[in-house]
Every structure is written in structure tokens, then in C-alpha cells.
């Protein structure tokens, strides 16, 4: 079996390569979690446009990917950023007319405190595996009156579950073991109060789940 870092090389980097899966995130248990790599490599679909019309502003897309939403975005006349730990999402967002730095979200950022708009899509209220210490995060990077937009996870609206996963090809190779994080619209609430945010809105659009968040 190959192991390698997550997220930075094979078989993520593969699979952004060639805008095809399959690609999975896999719990030790073996569970697998499908990630849709042929759609993070398109145009955005009916639902990301959900969210493309609630941006307002300055805009940025934390864990980008291959830059769908930055670029389209960017066509849209806004000034968009995506921030990736990924050289090939950086380098695929680039290609795609959009613009990308190679940055954790808790990285220091461009413009902190100062963005109107932050997206957390296709599962990235999970990231660093701590999804209240993310939401405190984001009340540093956006300004007072920002908005933040969540897809949440569309199994379970109180599911709330926190884990160790690794990227994996389901073929034998897979990157290195990481905190993550699955969250439902119910239990995305609880953590938005917590951190100072209010709920100010959910819908759901192809199945997939989003809120969008004030600063209180």
C-alpha cells in the first residue's frame, strides 16, 4: 500500500489531474466517504449557482479545489481569491481564470478581516477536523458585516461527527491521516452560536445542503 501526504500529492493530485475519481475519504474503520471530483472539475451546476448569487463583495473560497466557483466568480466582476493546500488545485484554478494562493485557512490571509463573503463548500466546515474552532477562525477573516455560506452534510441534520480519515484512490493508495469533520444543518447552528453567528438561512438545491451565517 502507498501512503503519501494528504492532500498535496498522489492520489489527490492525480485525480485533479486527470478531473476524474474515483476518490474517497476513508475512516480507519474502512468506511468511505465518495468525493465527486468530476463535478469540483466542471462548470458550476444548479446548485453551486445557489450560491454563487449569495455572494456579495470580496469573496473567498476556502479549499477551493480546482477553482470552479473562483473563476466563476471572477467572471461575475467580483474579486474572488481561493486558498488550497494543494499545488495542483492552486495551479488548476489558475488555468480555470481564476485566482489562488497555496495557504491553509489558518494561514495568515490576504485582506483579514476585511473579505464580504467566505465559502465553506463541498464539505469544507471540515477541515482541521474542529468545526467551532474553523466558525472562530472565519469571524477573523470576514468583516463585521460578512456573510459566511456552509454546504453541509445532507445525510443527518444533527450529525456531528469528528474523525480521522485519509485520501484514498480505493484502489490501494492513499495519502496520509488527517482531522475531519461532518457536520448537519442542525448541528452547524449549535456550533454557529457558539462561535457568534447566527443562522440566517438554509436551503437545499440537487440534494446538497447549505446555510448561510451572520456575524451576530
Do not use: K
Not at 31 to 46: I, S, T
Not at 90 to 106: E, N, P, Q, Y
Not at 183 to 208: M, P
Amino acid at each position: 500500500m502507498t501512503t503519501v501526504a494528504a492532500w498535496t500529492a498522489d492520489p489527490y493530485t492525480l485525480a485533479l489531474r486527470s478531473g476524474r475519481g474515483p476518490l474517497f475519504l476513508r475512516r480507519g474503520d474502512g468506511w468511505l466517504l465518495p468525493l465527486d471530483v468530476e463535478r469540483w472539475c466542471e462548470a458550476p451546476d444548479g446548485a453551486d449557482r445557489t450560491v454563487l448569487r449569495r455572494c456579495r463583495g470580496t469573496v473567498l473560497d476556502i479549499g477551493c479545489g480546482p477553482g470552479r466557483l473562483v473563476s466563476a466568480l471572477a467572471a461575475r466582476g467580483h474579486r474572488a481569491l481561493g486558498i488550497d493546500v494543494s499545488p495542483e488545485a492552486v495551479a488548476r484554478t489558475a488555468r480555470a481564470g481564476g485566482t489562488a494562493l497555496r495557504r491553509s485557512v489558518f494561514d495568515p490571509l490576504p485582506g483579514e478581516g476585511r473579505w464580504d463573503t467566505a465559502l465553506l463548500i463541498d464539505g469544507n466546515i471540515g477541515i482541521g477536523g474542529d468545526p467551532a474552532a474553523l466558525l472562530g477562525r472565519m469571524g477573523q477573516v470576514l468583516g463585521a458585516c460578512g456573510r459566511l455560506i456552509v454546504e453541509c452534510a445532507g445525510v443527518d441534520a444533527e450529525l456531528d461527527e469528528r474523525c480521522e480519515v485519509r485520501v484514498s484512490d480505493g484502489r490501494g493508495a492513499q495519502g496520509a491521516a488527517f482531522p475531519w469533520a461532518r457536520v448537519g444543518v442542525v448541528a452547524l447552528a449549535v456550533h454557529a452560536e457558539a462561535a457568534g453567528w447566527a443562522r440566517t438561512g438554509h436551503w437545499t438545491a440537487a440534494g446538497r445542503v447549505f446555510a448561510e451565517l451572520r456575524r451576530r
